[in-house]
């Protein structure tokens, strides 16, 4: 496509304003690290990632509730979903702010990471990657999102992460992106209620950021700015 007619095609197709946004507005987020987008996703863009993380490798860790996961015959169709299609969708979740994480330059959805209230009703981050993007050292920059994401958009001080104990891959990453272990509960609950054995990860920055997205108000005022 020469660069007008890409031009022309961007500002005027839902798709190509979704994916040239630049920055947050009351519709949603939006950050860029490399070739990876991070932003608000779509109802198609957020089945992709449901999907992403769907498979028993993953449910082993996350431990989602039977109606959340995406079964095995529809999970090849859902992850191929065209990044910036779908319509406008609402988190499941009222009290966590999720961003798809985007691989541009292949135009798939690569996973999913969110800012939520924790265990301790502070604000946590956690995601995961499809299945083609584990392994690969993409889990830090997934959870250095998660940070931005708390730190420079809404304006929280402090994030933690719980983890699994024996999650080698998860822990290593939020230590990559910056996190540091502290002590916290011994234990932790999953969606469908298992209860694990937790390592606990924490980051602070000194002067947090709010943009002009939509703003995990829920939090105390203690939490913010
Ligand atoms: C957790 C997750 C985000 C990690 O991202 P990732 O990019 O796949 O992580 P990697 O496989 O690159 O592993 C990170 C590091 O841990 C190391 N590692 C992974 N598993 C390990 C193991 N069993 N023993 C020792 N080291 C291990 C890797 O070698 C890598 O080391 P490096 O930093 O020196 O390169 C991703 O694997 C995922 O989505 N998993 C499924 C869902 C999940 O567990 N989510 C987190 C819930 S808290």
Not at 33 to 52: D, K, M, N, S, V
Request: charged share 20%.
């Amino acid at each position: 496509m020469l660069p007008a007619t890409k031009g022309i095609f961007d500002r005027l197709t839902r798709r190509g304003r979704l994916m040239t946004k630049r920055t947050c507005d009351r519709q949603g987020h939006v950050l860029r690290t490399g070739r990876y987008l991070f932003r608000t996703p779509t109802a198609w863009e957020y089945a992709a990632a449901a999907a992403g993380g769907s498979d028993p490798a993953a449910q082993r860790w996350l431990g989602w509730q039977p109606d959340s996961i995406v079964a095995e015959p529809m999970r090849a169709d859902a992850l191929r979903v065209v990044p910036g299609t779908g319509p406008h969708w609402a988190s499941p979740d009222p009290q966590s702010v999720d961003l798809v994480m985007i691989d541009v330059e292949a135009g798939r959805c690569a996973g999913l990471v969110s800012v939520h209230t924790g265990e301790d009703g502070g604000p946590e981050t956690g995601g995961y990657l499809a299945p083609d993007y584990r392994g690969r050292g993409c889990g830090r920059v997934l959870f250095a999102a998660g940070l931005a994401l708390a730190h420079e958009h809404l304006g929280l001080a402090r994030v933690r992460a719980g983890v699994e104990v024996g999650n080698i891959a998860s822990a290593r990453s939020l230590q990559a992106a910056g996190l540091v272990r502290v002590a916290g509960p011994p234990t932790y609950r999953l969606p469908d209620g298992r209860i694990i054995e937790a390592w606990w990860f924490q980051h602070d920055v000194p002067r947090p950021a709010q943009c002009g997205g939509p703003q995990a108000n829920w939090f105390p005022a203690s939490s913010v700015l």
